[in-house]
């Protein structure tokens, strides 16, 4: 990956993005896409919207969610410990003990994940998952009021947990689901300026979505605005090359080994088979996994707006999702974005996407 692309992802992954407060991750991706796409802007809702060539006939959307799973302030009490719900799906076994930042009305506030020690909690008790009321933040004062000069209820909070960088190419950090995937589709955007004039009249709009860990709700609103006649997301998707994972049931997935690509109902059967052969042309590995219904991406929402659209999804293998310490590979990342681009540069106005 080239430096200047590693430094955006960098940035992408510290800017802070609760579903709902995306707009520090939308500020780095706004100034990183300026400099190759022909048109960029944010909607009402949030999502940043960057095309290259927009009055093409056939427009294709590429489409990765740019928010984080996170927390948020419910409640301080008298003694200055604030509790908290969760933003999207919280996994509350990993909370207790973690650094945090609460990002109050004067700027970030570092603070503490604390709960009963496991030495004064009773045999019966140490085994299960703890309760949100039983987990709060310690951000080091004594009174509510002290605690209510620096955070308020509603603010969002973070685990304060940067990027590292293991062996080989992979990477680990917060949040990978999914401002790995807005990484890769304005990659795919800038591989595609670079290659503007052989695009057969086709618009391409990268869009980095909001909202998508609760209810995939930016996708939504930005594919009724672009009215896209393909539409593809990039999210991740489980790695299934780690101890405990059931191959059998849930299929094989490896980091290092290509993107993934889906079959099933939520997947445009023409997309599928254009992806497929285009990874095949461009000797690009790729994995395969099946999606017997739905899937909880934001090719679902695409897949169904207005009168429905050609939609696909291509995944980022990831380990540990949901977890401070995601972990992906940044070769299958530049995979991604090869394949994308080249089926950008497939595609035409003469392609029928209705299933035969």
């Known amino acids: 990956m080239e430096k200047t692309a590693r430094k955006f992802l960098y940035e992408l992954l510290e800017a802070a993005s609760p579903s709902g407060f995306e707009a520090a991750a939308v ?12 048109e960029v802007r944010v909607d009402v809702h949030g999502n940043l919207i960057a095309s290259v060539n927009p009055k093409g006939s056939l427009r294709l959307m590429l489409a990765g969610h740019v928010d984080e799973i996170g927390l948020m302030v419910t409640y301080i009490d008298d003694d200055g410990y604030v509790y908290f719900t969760g933003v999207g799906g919280h996994d509350q076994l990993l909370a207790a003990g973690m650094r945090v930042k609460i990002f109050g009305p004067g700027g970030p506030v570092t603070g503490v994940i604390g709960k009963k020690p496991i030495h004064l909690m009773p045999p019966e008790d140490r085994s299960k998952a703890p309760k949100h009321k039983d987990l709060w933040i310690d951000i080091g004062v004594s009174k509510k009021k002290e605690a209510e000069k620096l955070v308020a209820v509603g603010d969002v909070v973070i685990f304060d947990a940067g990027v590292a960088e293991l062996k080989g190419a992979r990477i680990a950090a917060r949040g990978l689901d999914d401002r790995i995937g807005a990484f890769t589709v304005m990659e795919t955007l800038k591989l595609i300026s670079k290659k503007r004039s052989q695009l057969n009249d ?40 780690f101890p405990t994972v059931d191959k059998k049931e849930l299929g094989q997935a490896k980091l290092g080994s290509g993107p993934i690509l889906h079959r099933g109902p939520n997947i445009n059967v023409v997309v599928e088979k254009l992806l497929l052969e285009t990874a095949k042309r461009e000797k690009l590995p790729f994995q395969i996994t099946a999606e017997p219904g739905a899937t909880g991406t934001d090719a679902n929402a695409i897949q169904v707006t207005r009168s429905g659209v050609a939609a696909g999804l291509v995944s980022i293998p990831n380990r540990y999702m949901h977890t401070p310490v995601e972990v992906v590979d940044l070769v299958d990342v530049d995979n991604a974005a090869k394949l994308l681009a080249a089926f950008a540069l497939r595609i035409s106005p003469r392609t029928s996407f209705i299933p035969a």
């Open 27 to 38: 500020k780095v991706v706004k100034h990183y896409v300026s400099a190759f796409a022909d």
């Open 202 to 241: 086709t618009a391409v709009y990268a869009v980095a979505t909001v909202q998508e860990e609760i209810g995939l709700r930016g996708a939504r609103t930005s594919a009724f605005g672009i009215d896209p006649h393909v539409g593809i997301a990039v999210d991740v998707g489980f790695a299934t090359d």
